[in-house]
Each structure stands twice: as C-alpha cells, then as structure tokens.
C-alpha cells in the first residue's frame, strides 16, 4: 500500500498494542506455574506466619480424595442448576414484566452477590443451623429429619452456594434478555402460545443460561468459605487440610491443580458460548425495553410475593439472625472497636487491589473489546475460574521460593496480599471494561480522530466520560472481592497485619459467638453499602458479566 | 481545497475483497456521488479515503501536498454521535483550538447553518429527532472545516419531506465552502440532485463513471443502468414481430442490453400511441406522477411501464412506440421516484 502526501502520517489506529495486555495477564497469572512445580527446596521458613515451613514438610501416601472429589462436582452442579433457576427466573421477572419496584429487586437480588461468602454462610447457619433462629421460632422437632436427609451438610452446601450465585446468573442471562428485541420477541409473544414462547424465550437465551450454569460451577466448585462454615467436607477443605493440617504443599498443589482443571474447564466453556453472543455494538438497546414488557396484571402480587418470601428467607431473616446473635449495641460497637486496626487494614489492602485490579482490567479488557483477538478475549474470562485457595497457594509458593526474582520481601508487609487479591478480581474489573466497551460504537473513536482530537482529549472527553460507569462497576466489583476475601488473607497475610476475614476466621472458631456475628455484620456493611451507594448515584445495573 | 485520486486500489478482509483495482479521481472542489448497492464498497471506499482504514494495495493519494495535510471530514452513516455530550458540546468539543468565547459563538453559528432549532443544543443525541441529529452531525463534519467531505447515506433513514429538506442544507453548505465532496447514496435521485458527477460500484469495481446524463442514457451494463434511474425491460423479439412501433432504426434503440434477447430502454423512450395491427396492450393502470400519469399495460403475459400524457382507464388499448435514447435531451424528471398511490 502506499499512501502518499498528506494521508501517509495520519492514519486511524483504533485502540492500544496488545501486548500491554497479554504483559498484564501474564504478570498475574504467572505464579499458577508453581503448581507444576516439584517439591520445595527452600530450607529457611516462608516470610509468612500462615505458611507451614518446608522443612516439616510430611509427605505421606495419601490417597487422592475422589469421594470429596466427586461431591464437589455434584454440589457444585445442584448449586449452579438451582442459581441459573433462581436467577433465570428473576431476571425474567425484572426484564420482560412490568413488576413494579424492579430497580429495588434488583438491587435486593445482589445483597447475596455483593456480601462476602463467609459471612452469608454464617448468616444462614445463624438462621436455620442448630440452635438458630428458626430453632427458637419453630421448636427443633424438624431438625432430625432434616439432620437424617442432609447428612455431610451436601444440601445445605447446594442451596447455600446457589444463593450466592443466583444474582450472578440473574445478571448474566438478564444480558441476554435485554437483546430480545432484537432477536423478535414482539413477534413471538403475537404469534406464539405460552408454551411454545417459553421454549422459544429459553432458545433466544441458551447460551447465556449455558454461561451463567457454568460459571456458577466453576466459582461454587471452587469456593472454600461455604462449606469451610457448613462443616461440609468439599475438595476444596480437603486442599486446605493437606495445606495447613498435613504440611504437604505437594500433595495440596495436585489438589490444586485438579480443582484448577474443573473451574478452568468450565471457564473455558464458557468463553466458547461467550464467542457466539453478539455485542450491541453501540445500540441504545435499553431504551426499547419499556415497550417490551409482558403486563403482569392479576399476577403482578403472587410474583412480588414470591420475590419477597425468597428475599426474607435468604437475606431479611439470616441478616436478622447475625444480629439477634450479636445481643446488644454496646458488643457491636466493642468488637468493631477492637477490631479497627484490621479494618483500616482490610480497607486499605482493599482499596489498593480494587485499584491495581481496574488497572488491569482496563487494560486488558479494552484491548479485548477493541481488538476482538480470541486468546486475550479469553484471558479475560478463563482466570475468573481460579479459586481463590489455589491462586493463594500459588502466590504463596512461587513468592516463596528462594531466589525467585529476589522479590520474597513482598511479603513481608502488605505487597503481597494486595498482589493475590488484585490476581482475583481483576478479570472481573476485566469483563466490566469488555462490556462498557462494546457498549461504545467504534465510530464514536473514530468521529473523534477525524474531528482533530488527539489521542489525550480523546481519552478525556469521550472514552472516560463512556467508560465512567462500567469502571465504577468493575471497581466496585474487585472491591466487593478483596473486602471480604478469606483464602487469600489466610495464605498470604504478613505477620501482625490480620484482616477482617481473617478475624471473623478465627473467632468463628475460637471467639464468643456475639463478636463473630458483630463482625459479620461489620463486613457484610462494608461490602453492601458501596453498592447501595453505586445504585444511589448511578441508577443502573452492574454491568459485570 | 484537495483532490483524490486512487490508483489500483484495493481493500480485502481475508480472502474477502471489497474493493478490487479501483482507479478513481475526484477534482479539487467537485462533488461526486458514490452509488451502489449493499456491500459494494461504497463505505470501504469512504473509510480508506478518510484515514479509517488501510488499503491491501494500491495508492491513494489525498490533497495536493504534504506540505499542507487536508482535513478530512465525515458524516458517519450511523451519524456517530456522542451520546453523553449536548448538540453544542459536540462542536464546542471539535472546535478546541478556539479560545473559549469564540468557541461557543461559532459553535452557535453552525448549529444555526445547520438549521438546528435553538431549544435542542442542550439535548443530547437521544433527545433529538432524526433529522436534528443528521443536522447535528453535519455541523460537527463542517466545524473542523474540511478540505474533504464525505458523507457517508447521509439522509438514510429519514422520510422523503425531510431527505429534500436536508439535502438542501447540505447542499447550501457544502456549496458555500466550495470544498471537495463524496456523497456515498443508494439512491439515483439524491445523486443527482446533488452531485456533478457520480461513480457507480459494483461488487468492489468502479464500473462506470460519468456525469448524470452519461450514466442515465450511456450505462455500459445493465446494473448500471437500473442503479442510474428507471428502466423498462424489453425484448427484441416484440419489435421483430411488430408488438412495439419502432421510430427509428432498431439497432440503437437501447441504452443496454440485459440478455441475448432483452433490451433495456428509459421510460422516455417509450410513446402511448393508439392501438394497431399487433402493437396493441392492455392498459392495467395508471398513477399519477410528475409530468403525467405512469401506465402500466400487459400482452400475452409480458408488461411494459410507459409514462402516459393522460390517465388510462384499466382495460382500455393502446399502442407502444419506442424512440431512440435522447442523448441531447437530460430530460431527467425530477422527483420520479416519487409516486403517488391515489387511484386514477
């Protein structure tokens, strides 16, 4: 090609090179390779008080745990079918009717989404555990039935980890029924009958559902915080015994990396039915919703207390649990006082990988979203996958390690929590860059670039006012992630700097039981408020998945 | 003001080729039309013109020297605006280099060239209509102050009341700055209102190029004679067997030919005569259009289209006779296309 005069210096290059991308992916995704790594040859003790030393490293013969294996793959299963029901029916609800106070249900939906596992898992078994609230309501008659039904607490696990994945769902197939319009949904709803519009409804948003079934197996197959509190013996309470209980980081890094193989096969899955969804590509779909919705009539008052009878029993009377369980003011206001420095911490370790995370997820989801390259549309979503307890393993061991890069003093203080933390969240911070970014018709960058703007005023006046709000929700996303992160904090919290999880943590096990429950509720207001505040002041959906 | 001109320029997305060795020049303040249908290369050709894109091969060449780098403008198809700014933050926005007070008072004034009502510069582009937003993507192409205009199915879209209306904006404008303009349409009429020369694509070839008439009267295919205004197909076989009354020697009375036995003539070729021997057909019906009525009538399964001086009744007789190309003549009507359905 050759272009002459003028034109040969000013051609439009949309978007940024790639490899910043890759580069940023790689960086964090880099320490999973310990995994594969034989065993340890350090001899000095890890910088961390949470890591069992080497050198009393017990390598025995145990047996790989298929049982606990197998019943992770099922829980994981039950949960995630139960989450894509309970969220495919509310995104319904709030997408295709006229329910009235959508914009509340919605919000109330996500309380589970946003509120730390831990914590929700502790608000359940306050509630409707031995001795709890329901207990004290309805005597304890029933709970020898049930103790006979749900023995190993796999039920318990099923609906628990569903609960939490439901608004996941709800906000990934609710995605999908926002591009209806366009693929004939005032033509169905005409000419079709309610049964076969069903079917129709479920094919316009197969891949979708796919999507948020998967995802919600990969993260409830991964997740140790739910049956860690449910006493549920899963894989990942297996890796974590292996870990800490036996000392054998070998035998915990095949766990690991078997967890890895399920979460990530799923992720990857996912990413297959992800390729096959169209963008909107700048359309103002939204506004075309209103004429959409199907009237609810006399049905509108069974559906709105259906929402509510689901919302009291999983949020209303759980939370209601924690703080009868909590006593009195005084003793919440004693233990969040006694607990100020590892809330400062929490905050701050917080902030700092929500920051890191935006970062990079800015940087590889707008490549992703402008370049439409496959692999790195894929690095954006595969590492949602990673277990939390596995990536903690894997930072803990590759920062470990002795003459690796010289970079162990990073944990010594908060660095490396801040590091593993932001390798959590940042592929969520990633996908809500991809979704605002594909939310933006390339000719707006273009229009700019033929109008004179430079590559700054261009990032000032059109890309960041358009990517304000899905950054605040990829923010406040990694946010919700780092607050209330158990696994991460257990593995690599440096000596004398604990956070909150990790309090709740040990006084779940060792602590009265007002001041655990105290600081649940402390986390739980930490991780809702935010997002009280971002509906406040935004008025829209958390456009993450 | 700036030229362009393109020399074997070609465009492939993979194996794909949109545009193929496409030789092209537009003079330094000519308006040219692009014509051609979906998935010519019509936008391809725009893009490449406007920096978006980078041809496969080939050379194109924009402005006279680089010394002086020309402005390119475009009116996006999509209009492109930017949703979270107002009308007059749009041009505020694009005229940067102005000192704060001369940017409002000139983004003002082009608003108003653009005959965009005063009450919509606070609204953003979902608050405004149709047209607004066409207008106001005229005024932001036009603040920069081109050297190149493309304009990219400006007018797509809108109702025909309103297409006439802004096609005269945009020709005041345009016409006022004397810059050099593309106008890329798939419509025959719009080309012609606006522009001196028009270029048809096909299939990501420059098939012809020419000025109005030439291209309406001297097509060098069929498809560029149905792209360049109505055409009325016949066959050579009803003149040889006297169907048609022929005013003229046969052999140049098309502008093309479409088959082996199939002629392509305009409507103006074509006279209602009375009924004789076997030039005799059917009158179906007949509309109303400008400049007289537009009849439609049937032999033995065969139609014609012939533009009558007076309305025929359906079933009535009549005679066809076909003239030779009246290539002196751009008798062109305006506003053909535009037909009223009232019944006769």
Redesign the interface.
Known sequence: MTYRAARDVRCYVPGWPCWPAYGVAAILLLPLVSLFGGEETVSEPPVSAALPSTAFTVTGDRAFPWPAFVATVAVAAGAASLAVLVGGLVAVALELTDLPARSFWGTAMLVAFACPSAVWAMGQVYCYGPSGLADRWLGDAWRAWLANRDKGHYLSAVLVLGEIHAPLAMLLVGRGLVRLPQAGWEAARLSLPWILRWRWLLGAVRTELAAAWLLAFALSAGNFAVPHVLQCRLFPIELYLRLTNYLDRLGASLLALALLTVTLLAAAAVALFEGRVPTAGGEAVADQRESHRTALGRYRWVVVAALGLYLAITVVLPVGAMAVEVGSVSNFLSAVREAAPETANTLGTALAAASLALIAGAIVGRAAARKRILPLEHAALVPIAVPALVLGLAYSQFYNRAGMLGLRWLGDGNALIILGLTARAWPFAARAMMSGEQQIAPACHEAAWLAGLGRARRARWITAPLLANPALAGGLVAYLLTVGEVEISQLLCAPGRGTLALRLFTFLHFGPVHVAASLALLQLALAVLPVLAYFLFTNRCLAVV | MSSIHCHDLTKRFGQLSVLDQVCWSVAAGQTVGLLGGSGAGKTTLLRLV?????????????????A???????V?Q?L??????TARQHLE??L??LPLRDRRRRAEALLSEARLPAEVWRHRP?QLSGGEAQRLALA?AL??EPDVLLLDEPLAHLDPPLRSELLQVIRECVGSRGMTCVFVTHSWDEAVQFCSRIAVLDRGRLVQEGSPADLYWRPRSAAVAHWSGPVVQLRQSWLTAGCLGCAGETGHLAITAAGPDELLVRPQQLTAVGATGENRWQVVDSRPRAGGWWTTARRDGNMVSLSTPRCCQPGEWLGVDVGPPALCDWAYPKNHAVESRQAC
């Open positions: 406007a920096g978006l894109a980078r041809c496969t091969s080939g050379t194109l060449i924009v402005g006279a020297s680089s002086d780098p020309p402005r390119v403008s475009m996006f999509n492109a605006l930017w949703p979270h700014l926005c694009v940067f280099r979902a932001r603040a920069v």
